[in-house]
């Protein structure tokens, strides 16, 4: 008989290519989603039926889905939480603590910083975490390097909020470029105006403006080059060669991800949690980070390191690969 899953969310763009996958998973199969907007779990969304004839409810972040159903579980229902970083970063009091941990079967996290934070703050779950990496869809692998020279075009993935460093980015592309004009910075996502949010954290925007236009003599010469927020991120990929991870704080950093199994050469901040996911090396300086760089600037260097991180590192993030791991969890 098959396994009925319905999956509950309010952002579901880590999980969409899973739910696919067990649509065609024969002992499973019938995956269903209740999905709606903001963090908090609106009562008229639940839908009773699909509830009563689910044998597993899956909620997607640990937020108010996973509050109203750690508090109301069925009898007789196993309950799958999945945690990313932000409800450990902003949202603990307002949701995580609220959640009736000895109720949820199985808390998946995507990284094995986040577990060991998650034991320290709630050691009943110890036993009931399962650290399972964000998996990489083919959809958002490049199949290959456009580029002639891949080694000196860079790439950033999102710069929004603040703590994603692009001023960073910035001073990373002013070293290199000292020793080689050919570098360039891509930077694809939306500008910090293009997200209404951001209009409440008037510093940050200041902060962004001051950025800016201290690096404006890059921008005007060309060496940086801003492409728009697109699902079409395996194309980038392939026209870049080395992507950024320049962030404070991040949970996976999922784009690291994407980038190695497109080829990319990664180069990584080090917080919490980095070297745990991605291994060796990590900086903690742009110096460090712009040493690391010259060092494959010849193009036989740049393809032999792409060559051995990709095939060290893709195969964790293999796509069928994750959602086995997944399922193995749910059941």
Request: with cysteine; net charge neutral; hydrophobic share 40%.
């Amino acid at each position: 008989m098959n396994k009925k899953v319905l999956f509950v969310g309010h952002d579901l763009k880590f999980i969409c290519d899973f739910v696919t996958y067990l649509s065609h998973y024969q002992p499973i199969g019938w995956p269903q989603v209740i999905s709606y907007r903001g963090h908090a779990l609106p009562e008229n969304c639940v839908n009773s039926s699909l509830v009563d004839i689910c044998d597993v409810i899956f909620c997607e972040w640990s937020l108010g889905n996973a509050v109203h159903f750690s508090r109301v579980k069925p009898f007789g229902k196993r309950l799958v939480v999945r945690l990313h970083a932000q409800e450990l970063r902003v949202l603990k009091s307002r949701y995580l603590d609220k959640i009736l941990w000895q109720n949820v079967d199985a808390l998946i996290v995507i990284s094995p910083a986040i577990k060991n934070r998650v034991i320290q703050l709630y050691p009943e779950l110890y036993g009931k975490v399962f650290f399972v990496p964000n998996y990489v869809p083919s959809r958002k692998i490049g199949s290959g390097k456009y580029s002639s020279s891949p080694q000196f075009q860079i790439g950033m993935l999102g710069i929004v909020p603040a703590l994603k460093r692009v001023d960073l980015a910035f001073e990373l592309l002013k070293h290199l470029k000292s020793v080689d004009s050919r570098y360039s910075l891509s930077l694809k996502g939306g500008a910090p105006n293009d997200y209404t949010w951001m209009q409440n954290r008037p510093g940050q925007v200041n902060w962004y403006n001051k950025t800016f236009e201290r690096y404006q003599n890059l921008v005007k010469d060309g060496s940086i080059i801003f492409e728009e927020e697109s699902d079409d991120v395996a194309t980038w990929y392939e026209s870049i060669g080395v992507i950024l991870s320049m962030s404070d704080i991040e949970g996976s950093h999922q784009s690291v991800a994407e980038g190695v199994a497109s080829g990319c050469v990664p180069v990584i901040r080090n917080w919490d949690g980095a070297s745990q996911l991605y291994g060796n090396p990590v900086f903690e300086t742009v110096d460090e980070m712009s040493e690391y760089v010259l060092s494959f600037k010849s193009e036989c260097a740049y393809h032999s390191l792409s060559s051995n991180i990709r095939n060290n590192l893709s195969g964790v993030y293999e796509f069928e690969k994750v959602c086995k791991q997944l399922i193995e969890l749910i059941f």
